[in-house]
């Protein structure tokens, strides 16, 4: 199994703005930071490298991103406790402040790449849920299981799953 993350933001101004100069000018460095991550396997990204051009929603504004770690530990230690929290702490210079969760954490088989449209099904599920196991975050983290469904979904609803249902 292998984790999957989300997590999104409405920047102040848009990417070309003087306003996010400084954080589009540090996409590239604290993305190859990830890339160099122990535990990284994946990241969301374009064309041009990095994902704040990729539609998340109808606001041209919100931004999404989003990797996949091979633990919860090795996705902690990139965000907390390298360079990246610098950054981090800074969110408030070139993003909104958010007024419900803005990120989720769940897991996923490893090879299975996530989709932007799966990703927003976690997300939502946690902001209107909380921590369960289709969706948390790190305070209150899950064990690795097998993904779990939505009530109501089929099991070919799953990463990688085929339904065994005729």
Known sequence: MHLAEINIGRILAPMDSPLMAEFK??????????????GFVWRLQSDSGNATDIVYSEDPLELVNMSV?????SLRGYVYQSHHLDFFKRRAEW??????????????????TPTVAEAKKRLHHYQIHGATQFAFWFSQPFPELLPVLLPGASPTDAPGRKSSLP
Not at 29 to 37: F, G, K, Q, R, Y
Not at 69 to 73: G, I, K, M
Not at 95 to 112: D, M, N, V
């Open 95 to 112: 993003f909104e402040k958010a007024t419900q969760p803005t990120y989720a954490l769940w897991w996923i088989e490893a090879g299975h």
């Open 69 to 73: 770690w091979e633990s919860l530990e």
């Open 25 to 38: 000018a540090n996409l590239d460095p604290i993305n190859a930071l990830a890339e160099s991550a122990p």
